[in-house]
C-alpha cells in the first residue's frame, strides 16, 4: 500500500528537481515553454493515476485508516484540479496576463506541495 505514494513523491521530486531545471537551462525560452506544455499535463495526470490506485489499494486493505483515504484523496483531488488550471494558466502567459498567470502558477506549485507532503505523511500516518 505504501509503494504509491512513494511513486507519488519520488515523481514530484524527479520533475521539480530534476526535470524542470535541467529543461530551464538547456533549453532557450520558447523551446522549454513548448517542452513544459507537453510535460506538465502528464505529470499531473500521472500523479492523479497514483492517488487513484491508491485510494483503490487502501479500500481494499481492511486494516487502512480513514486518514490514508483522506491523504489518498488530495492525491486525486489536487492533481486533478492542476490539470484543469493548465489551459487557464496557458491562456494568461500567451496574452501576458502576469498577474493571473502568477496566481494560477502559485496554486499549482502550493497544491503540488501539498500532495507531496500529504504522501509523505502517508507512509508515517
Known amino acids: ?10 515523481l514530484i ?3 521539480t528537481a530534476i ?4 529543461l530551464f537551462r538547456t533549453l ?21 493515476a497514483i492517488g487513484v490506485l491508491t485510494l483503490i489499494s487502501v479500500y481494499l486493505d481492511q486494516g487502512s485508516d480513514d486518514i490514508h483515504l483522506v491523504l489518498s484523496g488530495i492525491t486525486v483531488s ?12 496557458n491562456r494568461a502567459t500567451d496574452s501576458g496576463n502576469h498577474g493571473r498567470f502568477n496566481i494560477l502558477h ?20
Open 1 to 10: 500500500m505504501d509503494y504509491f505514494p512513494g511513486m507519488a513523491v519520488g
Open 13 to 15: 521530486l524527479m520533475q
Open 19 to 22: 526535470v524542470a531545471p535541467i
Open 28 to 48: 532557450d525560452l520558447e523551446s522549454f515553454g513548448r517542452s513544459i506544455r507537453e510535460i506538465w499535463p502528464k505529470f499531473f495526470l500521472a500523479l492523479g
Open 78 to 89: 489536487l492533481s486533478l484540479m492542476c490539470y484543469l488550471i493548465i489551459p487557464a494558466t
Open 106 to 125: 502559485k496554486l499549482s506549485v502550493y497544491s503540488t506541495l501539498a500532495i507531496l507532503v500529504s504522501n509523505i505523511a502517508f507512509i508515517f500516518v
